[in-house]
């Protein structure tokens, strides 16, 4: 048999999806957006045995409503018959809000299969389900997977090849005697055997008569009991879809009634398949009682990113050294061939100046972002970065912004485009609006190498307490923004915080090597096409004029466009020509800035004590002091970010005016501060 | 009374919500509906952290305020 298996994978944010999904895949997928919307779509192929599957990650979702992107998106996809089989991953140790999404995706009529993830977590914690009497209630077949152990993988991929064409149903046995009060209706129903879900007898009558008028108007109505269902509950899609006369049938929305009643059939399962239920949510319980407590919440956390930046740096500049020497030894072989291949010297300055001195002083600062990527990814698959926003929503609060807020501008450490990205999760679109405008402020990992290099360079002793200081005057400009926007918002407290906290798991090493894999890879991916562009463009505008090759650089057209810059910038201390120009290069790439500067200042490895000491002997030359490159750290920190951020926030603002005012405001920002910050040091250092 | 007044370790049943329509969407879609029961597990300066449905939820000041509940037995 050689037909492709479209299988979904869907289920709750949190229940391990991902990590089931790499565990198929590993990390070849195909990462793109869904079309029209910037909701991201993971796809990966595989064979088992004889069949081969394409697996799609659909987003992680609640519920299967219409009222946000991703629920719609997921409905619309499985709904358009795009999907063979639906894999539901439910998160064993929180089974009973999992399962809501299961009887809904059940109620959809589509082949579903429900994993049972985190199988091992249960078992450690001494709680026991009932394999053979859940499946029997639910009439889906359920396969206990660990995605974290890799068991039971084979098992659920046979049952999709097996269970694809399966619509009809397992014998389903249950009583539905645990609602409260059931009101008598016309007549009694009898679909426990037909129906997994069965509702009072109300919603039945109503179901009934709904489903006949929508057979009558409509001809091919796939799913009619889920059709009259979403009309009981008033889905705007669906009454658009399936318009007709329901007066008298639906006189008000019935959604309610419908969740109570999917949740009282739930808490009837969960009663008869799990045991010992309360036994495993203890120790999570223990550890909040410390992380979210009310006075020591935000010290732990405090000390957690401190810990984070001090191994950033640390360890970081500890594996360094070995880059270091391998692209230096790297960079003298090379120029020895090109001399030996008697290239010409045009060449060797295009190579060695150009390209090795942008690209390889790019990649020494690889192992830093390597660590802030792996404490990033611990952090968010422990379960803590939930907590993190409960935590600190007080604080953002008073920012009016939601505790929730925090978590993209804690992203933006790492990069600023999947945080601005994050900002989704906001249901406000204010409250998204200034979070995008904020986020750009947390120093992400690109601008690391800058401070790095920087005050190495200027601060001796003190370059670790220099480069940190970035971070915390980043999130105090953040913070000033913030309360001075809510100054022009009218409306107030408009902040709301809703999360899910699961439960804390001990990080998944695939799950984390995969995600700081992907981080890597971008950056190397970066430093091997955006970073050697422009690399190769600073190289040629500051190596020519439009008179040819020119040996002085102070004549390129490099120095032109420079020198337009400077009285602008002459304020801010930063009245350079080569910094000027840096700083536009560095709107490529944050980390260009770096490789700018040694470019221009013809330093082949701006990382080892030989290449900094020229670098520093250049800039005296220049005049170029340690207050200037404490004004160059703080305008790196706030300007214009870069192009790939730029175009995460058109993408999220769906506005292009509004984009163009973000730029103009970091912009803005950047000049005031470090003009303020140069100006008062100016005053300070001539008494 | 509002569940911002609730104490922490007690249980709660969900007697009305004033909340928009979204957020109120929102809420049933995770298992907090009318009729609903709840354990309240921590509070901080107004955001509140319970247990409903198998499940721990942080919500924030507002929604804590514009939830009505009463005393329920655990």
């Known amino acids: 048999m050689s037909e492709q298996l479209n299988v979904g994978f869907i289920g709750n944010p949190n229940c391990g999806k991902t990590t089931l999904f790499n565990a198929y895949t590993g990390a070849k997928l195909k990462v793109a957006n869904w079309p029209g919307v910037t909701v991201e779509k993971k796809e990966g192929a595989f064979k088992y045995h004889e069949h081969s599957f394409k697996l799609v990650d659909l987003p992680g979702i609640y519920s299967l409503t219409s009222y946000t992107m991703e629920e719609k998106l997921s409905r619309q996809y499985i709904m358009e018959g795009e999907v063979d089989v639906i894999v539901d991953i439910a998160d064993a140790s929180s089974l009973e809000r999992n399962l809501y999404l299961t009887l809904q995706l059940i109620e959809l009529g589509k082949p579903v299969i429900l994993a049972l993830n985190m199988m091992d977590i249960v078992e450690e914690r001494g709680m026991e389900i009932d394999l053979h009497r859940l499946p029997e209630m639910l009439g889906i077949p359920v396969i206990p997977v660990s995605a974290r152990r890799r068991t039971g993988l084979d098992i659920l991929m046979h049952t999709v090849a097996h269970h694809k064409s399966k619509i009809q149903q397992c014998v389903l046995e249950h009583h539905h005697d645990k609602a409260e009060g059931v009101t008598k209706g016309m007549h009694q129903h009898q679909h426990h055997h037909e129906y997994v879900m069965v509702y009072d007898d109300v919603i039945e009558d109503k179901i009934d008569e709904l489903i006949q008028i929508v057979r009558g108007n409509f001809e091919h109505v796939e799913n009619p009991r889920w059709v009259a269902l979403k009309l009981l509950e008033q889905d705007e899609e669906i009454i658009k879809k399936y318009p007709g006369n329901y007066n008298g049938i639906i006189d008000r929305s019935y959604e309610n009634d419908i969740i109570n009643q999917k949740y009282d059939f739930i808490e009837e399962v969960i009663e008869e398949v799990v045991v010992n239920k309360a036994k495993m949510q203890e120790s999570t319980d223990r550890a909040d009682k410390i992380l979210t407590n009310r006075f020591l919440g935000v010290p732990v956390f405090l000390g957690i990113m401190a810990v984070v930046f001090f191994l950033t740096f640390t360890v970081g500049d500890f594996l360094k050294i070995g880059f270091e020497y391998g692209i230096n030894a790297f960079s003298d072989n090379l120029l020895k061939l090109l001399v030996k291949l008697s290239a010409s010297d045009l060449v060797i300055s295009l190579v060695i100046d150009g390209v090795v001195a942008g690209v390889g002083g ?29 935590v600190m929503d007080g604080l953002m609060g008073k920012l009016g912004l939601s505790g929730r807020a925090f978590i993209p501008m804690l992203l933006g450490f790492g990069c600023t485009v999947p945080a601005i990205m994050a900002s989704r999760a906001l249901e406000d679109k204010k409250d998204r609006f200034r979070t995008i405008l904020i986020t750009p402020f947390m120093s992400c990992s690109a601008r690391l190498p800058i401070y790095v290099l920087f005050s190495q360079l200027f601060f001796g002793k003190h370059a670790m307490l220099a480069a940190y200081s970035m971070y915390v005057l980043g999130l105090f400009v953040a913070i000033f923004v913030a309360m001075a926007m809510r100054l022009f918002t009218k409306k107030k407290e408009i902040h709301t915080l809703l999360i899910e906290l699961p439960e804390y798991k001990t990080p998944n090493i695939r799950t984390i090597f995969i995600y700081v894999w992907d981080k890597v890879k971008d950056y190397l991916t970066k430093a091997g096409t955006t970073i050697f562009v422009a690399s190769v463009v600073v190289w040629f505008i500051m190596n020519f004029n439009e008179t040819g090759l020119t040996t002085n650089m102070g004549d390129s057209f490099g120095a032109s466009i420079g020198k337009i810059m400077v009285p602008v910038l002459k304020p801010a201390g930063l009245g350079f020509w080569q910094v000027v ?55 790196c920190l706030l300007y214009t970010p870069c192009v790939a951020t730029l175009a995460a926030i058109k993408r999220e603002l769906h506005s292009f005016k509004w984009s163009l005012f973000a730029v103009c405001f970091q912009l803005f920002v950047a000049w005031t501060v470090t003009t303020m910050f140069y100006q008062i040091a100016q005053i300070i250092t001539k008494c | 009374m509002k569940l911002i007044e609730g104490k922490i370790g007690f249980c709660y049943k969900v007697e009305d919500m004033a909340l928009e329509k979204l957020i109120e969407r929102r809420l049933g879609a995770l298992g907090l509906t009318k009729g609903t029961k709840l354990y309240l597990l921590n509070k901080k300066g107004g955001s509140l952290i319970f247990k409903v449905r198998g499940t721990r939820l942080a919500v924030g000041k507002k929604i804590a305020e514009a939830i009505f509940v009463e005393e329920a037995a655990s």
């Open chain 1, 362 to 390: 790019i990649l020494t600062f690889l192992p830093n972002i390597f660590i802030l990527f792996l404490a990033l990814a611990i952090l968010e698959d422990s379960g803590y970065m939930a907590r993190v926003a409960y």
């Open chain 1, 581 to 635: 120009l840096s700083l536009i290069s560095g709107l490529a790439a944050k980390e260009v800035v770096v490789s700018s500067f040694s470019v221009l200042f013809h330093v082949s490895n701006i990382n080892s004590r030989a290449g900094q000491d020229i670098l520093v002997n250049a800039l005296a030359v220049e005049g170029f002091s340690a207050i200037n490159a404490y004004a160059l750290m703080i305008f």
